[in-house]
């Protein structure tokens, strides 16, 4: 069965860094397309960044240059290194994984992503 777990959110002022972590298992997730989303209240979920089996990452334009997806094989987790966080990133943050080919075709679309993890809340105060 696979369960991905998320941990790392919290409250942190504008300007500051965060890393999410998400645990995988269940599966060999690293044969697999992983990536982070988020979501506020209201909004539909919006893709932040997607890595692909050969650790090729996409990334959102609103965070493209802030933002760092990785992940340590040894462990099955993968991470999301946060910095420079604006207010505009406060929202629930989810980990997924996909078929590898989703990574290709369509890396930051939420609906081709199979499983999720519970999600993980960070808040960026002004």
């Known amino acids: 069965q696979v369960q991905l777990v998320e941990s790392g959110g919290g409250s942190v002022q504008a300007g500051g860094s965060l890393r999410l972590s998400c645990v995988a298992s269940?599966?060999?997730?690293?044969?697999?397309?992983m990536g982070w989303f988020r979501q506020v209240p209201g909004k539909a979920r919006e893709g932040v960044a997607t890595l692909d089996s050969h650790d090729r990452a996409t990334y959102g334009d609103s965070v493209k240059g802030r933002f760092t997806i990785s992940r340590d094989n040894a462990k099955n987790t993968l991470y999301l290194q946060m910095d420079r966080l604006k207010p505009e990133d406060t929202a629930m943050y989810y980990c997924?994984?996909?078929?590898?080919?989703?990574?290709?075709?369509?890396?930051?679309?939420?609906?081709?992503?199979?499983?999720w993890g519970q999600g993980t809340q960070v808040t960026v105060s002004s």
């Open positions: 997924a994984s996909a078929d590898a080919w989703v990574c290709f075709r369509s890396p930051l679309q939420p609906a081709d992503f199979s499983y």
């Open positions: 269940g599966y060999t997730y690293r044969n697999y397309c």
